[in-house]
């Protein structure tokens, strides 16, 4: 039995308390102090070497969060333990279950991807820029005494049950705790298993955060590490169950319906993934099935190309095309969708075209990481929801004419590269989106260096708002294009280039401050 405690033991601890509480738990653990204070609960999820800095990122004030980032830089910090930092931080507080916190964790890894194309000096505006937004989302949600996650105990899996069926079961019954502890089992075999066992449920639906939640998770490992893959992983089981009480059309339990048949019909459940290589007429003849065909059609169409032995990549590389149409294509918003920082006609944010191209590349890339059946499962449903995005959000896309335009082509009459780079410059700052992709259209016919106009684009990726999507968009369109063919891959930054006039002019919160610290 614990002796009482004297009046001194107990007046020293009211006074560290008070110095807890007046320079936050971050700095008071840097000091020694919190520890020896505080009673954690018992299943509170702690993160080893990084919960100093994961603390920080959540108990920080918005309007002293900068200044903090700057210091640890200076101290010896690098960007990639702040990312990493910021991660665990965000898991723990949503964990996957709030809209801008489970969008701010998925710009987590494009930003330090793009502070990785940046000079030296400038590599922390990306990544400070989401950290900005990500400690803002938490502060907002009341810090850490609303967190989301907790540590979970495993639960043994019943005999004869696969647990990616078992997982899957808990989530339709929406039984948080028992789908938990079930992944935390199926976890402790390792990430790659998790992750696979995790695709089982995430392919029941085929909407754009359920699918890019898990790939952007899966993109942070090598910053955080392997042991830290349950946590960002488990998010994707918390974004499922609650999807699970939202309202639903008939057509939204098709996908789980279908794929199954379909891997069976092209019987892809006991073979590999070929190898054969696709032509440019080949790849550019899929994309438009994928696109004007209907979402089981669609899906058909790329199980019949795998079961061919067409390689996944090439397979991929359709729907990423199919997708980049709907950014080409897109008329804007229409006035009665408009909100915020998102007038009609612009096409930046949640746009259809956007999310189409994000959950393209989502599939594709789990694809590449993932096991055999998975990776037919993601190409099959990659292609089915392009066909969906291009119907079930409306628009007349089959009969819009994509851009560029051969009107704002014809009127270009710079060639070289420095020129057009300028005129592009001042068309995005106009906001002229088909001016923008007209230029970059014909910078790219003319055959210049991509990398000057990944420069121009990144600039404002970095600069501008984006309604929570600038980063990420960025990203995909700067994977696809790697990833894409010389034929085709100009159209990928085609795309971006009107996004980028779409969002321009709405500077991205604590942007100004970040470049007066930095001294940029």
Not at 492 to 508: D, I
Request: with cysteine; proline share 6%.
């Amino acid at each position: 039995m614990n002796s009482p405690k004297s009046r001194r033991q107990f007046l020293a601890d009211v006074g560290r308390g008070m110095l807890v509480a007046s320079v936050g738990y971050g700095t008071a653990n840097e000091l020694g102090l919190a520890p020896a204070f505080a009673a954690e609960a018992s299943d509170t999820l702690e993160f080893g070497s990084l919960e100093p800095l994961v603390r920080l990122m959540q108990e920080t004030s918005t309007d002293n969060l900068l200044p903090a980032l700057a210091a640890k830089l200076k101290s010896g910090t690098d960007l990639r333990r702040l990312v990493a930092a910021a991660a665990l931080a965000n898991a723990r507080t949503f964990g996957g279950e709030d809209y801008v916190g489970f969008h701010t964790m998925m710009a987590l890894a494009p930003s330090l991807h793009m502070a990785r194309e940046l000079p030296e000096a400038l590599q922390p505006l990306p990544v400070f820029k989401v950290l900005y937004r990500n400690t803002n989302r938490i502060q907002e949600k009341g810090g850490r005494k609303d967190e989301v996650l907790r540590a979970v105990k495993p639960a043994p899996l019943a005999e004869g049950r696969v647990g990616a069926e078992s997982v899957r079961d808990a989530v339709h019954r929406q039984a948080a705790d028992e789908a938990e502890r079930l992944f935390a089992t199926i976890a402790q075999a390792g990430a790659t298993d998790a992750l696979n066992d995790l695709l089982y449920t995430v392919q029941d639906h085929t909407e754009v955060h359920r699918v890019v939640l898990p790939y952007r998770a899966w993109d942070l490992l090598d910053l955080i590490g392997q042991e830290h893959a349950h946590t960002l992983l488990r998010q994707s089981v918390r974004y499922c169950i609650k999807a699970e009480s939202w309202p639903h059309t008939g057509t939204d339990n098709q996908p789980s319906n279908l794929l199954p048949k379909v891997l069976e019909e092209h019987k892809l459940l006991d073979r590999s993934p070929g190898s054969r290589a696709a032509e440019d007429s080949w790849v550019d003849q899929l994309s438009q099935t994928i696109f004007k065909s209907s979402p089981e059609q669609s899906a058909k169409a790329a199980a019949s190309a795998l079961a061919e032995g067409f390689s996944p990549a090439s397979v991929g590389e359709a729907i990423s095309l199919a997708a980049n149409q709907l950014v080409l294509r897109d008329m804007g918003r229409p006035p009665r969708e408009e909100s915020p920082g998102k007038p009609p006609g612009s096409v930046h944010g949640d746009s259809i075209g956007v999310h189409a191209c994000d959950s393209a590349c989502a599939w594709r890339n789990l694809a590449r990481v993932s096991n055999a059946r998975n990776t037919f499962a993601c190409l099959i449903l990659g292609a089915y929801q392009v066909a969906l995005d291009r119907t079930n959000r409306g628009g007349d896309f089959l009969n819009w004419s994509p851009l560029p335009l051969q009107g704002h082509v014809a009127q270009i009459r710079s060639t070289e590269g420095p020129a057009l780079l300028r005129e592009t410059d001042d068309a995005i700052r106009q906001n002229l989106q088909a001016h923008a992709a007209a230029l970059v259209h014909r910078y790219g016919e003319l055959g210049h260096d991509p990398r000057p106009v990944f420069d121009l684009l990144l600039r404002y990726a970095v600069s501008e708002d984006g309604s929570l999507h600038a980063e990420k968009f960025y990203r995909t369109v700067t994977e696809e294009f790697n990833s894409t063919r010389p034929a085709f891959r100009w159209r990928q930054l085609v795309a971006l280039a009107r996004v980028t006039a779409s969002e321009y002019g709405r500077p991205a919160p604590g942007m100004a401050e970040a470049k007066q610290l930095l001294k940029t």
